[in-house]
């Protein structure tokens, strides 16, 4: 049977440059792309906040996708705004501006009938309130975690502590490296999985993402995507790939975490195929299926 | 049985800096990378040219390694050297000094006894040196080129025009870009088999490398190596491995391919771990074949 996942994270408005294109005021945030990206494997259940000034429809379009919204807080302020660019290489943003907005001092609250979801995505935010949300869950069977260089920098042993906490630690490649301060990726592989979680995801963008564990590795291909529109959310999209596929698994053992992996792969190649989070919306389970199989192809010998 | 292999390109003399260690005067130029990987595998004969500075146990050191050097020229001069550094990311050496000595205005001439190799891998020199080069090898197999940026930017035609006529194309990831004018790696890789080769590898480093052809591709990862202490010759090193392991293929067809796609990492892996040809060198047979049991195992679902 399919488990239940919830994510806690952002929903935001982004403004984002490209050097091709640009978009204003479009539907983000790490849960956003996140939950799109799950909802076509399981059921979600998404915590959250904005602003008076969310918009309906946006509301409507992840209720749409079967996205349980009973955790979505709307209060009296602004909802999170990120305006940023990319260059030429389409792979890491330039932060032109930040709003938290109604964000900003936002403590999650899990409602009780999501406390006993099975997976858990705890999205990028201040490591203490990933910790405090941590302790409203009962039992999951599997916690993910994803995280940011400004937490690296600014709250390093909070963040070391609730990686403690969780299973699935998801960072990118940059970060792997700025948590350990060596270039070699393996090393800091090594260096996170001995810091508790059972299984890291190092995330290399265009190169695709590596799993490790203590006792196996396991490196998933991008998906040849020819024409890059906004890289803005893979990341997110990428964990909600990976964490429904774990929630069709029966068992969450070697070979659900190798699918989970090129399928966070694969929704990952259909969002950064459009802005916001309109390719995952457009990208139904067949669609899903048939770029698994070409994925899959890319790696068998 | 074992293909012969033919190498025509560089031998030289490095001076290398890391950030860690530096190395001056050591074995390096494309052929002696490629000719100690692919001695590992078949019989390789060698066509390159040293000057009177070329040390004698340099000679004993790739005859030992059962490279047939009949086509190796000696004359009055300096041998090709090359000074280069690398940061602390370790991929793209920067140049610091280049004095081609007596390898400047070389025009390889193939022995009569190598023209009938097999499996033929024309290293980095100007384009229109390859293409005199093919003219001299009587209906090989398998050729296979590499080039570099600088053949890219100052003689691009002659560059198309010898691409189309070999099997193989080596370049790295900055390369394909380069050549097609695209970020796109997936573009470019389309627009290079147009252009006539049957197979596209991209070298991508730390990412492992990917292999283009019209009917499929397939995902290289890197071997996971801790500690890099000299990335020079990887490329060539990859090539070497390639070829190698081709030569022991009966039928040179996809799956051939992609199996020596992983021995080219494999190789590419051992070399890095050491300045010089030396991490080549140490390892045999068994070493490799681990290896490449260790790198198949991170792409097995």
Redesign the interface.
Known sequence: MTASILVVGSLAYDDVRTPMDSRDGVLGGAASYFAMAASRYAPVRLVGVVGDDFDASDVERLRGAGIDLAGLERRDGTSFRWKGTYD???DTAETINTDLGVFGDWRPTVPEKFASSELVFLANIDPEIQLATLAQVKAPRLVALDTMNYWIEHKRDALIDVMAKVDVVSINEAEARQLCET?????AA?EILDMGPTSLIVK?G???A?LFTRE????A??Y?????ADPTGAGDTFAGGFLGALAESDAIDG?AL??AM?HGVVCSSFSVQSFSIDGMAAADRADIERRYEEL????T?
Chains 1, 2 share one sequence.
Not at 216 to 219: A, D, L, N, Q, T
Request: aromatic letters at 14%.
């Open positions: 030429f290489a389409l270039y070699s990726v393996v090393r090594r290399r265009e190169h695709g590596t196996f590795s396991f490196w291909p991008a040849p995507v020819e024409d890059i070979a190798k699918r090129l899959r192809a890319l790696i010998l």
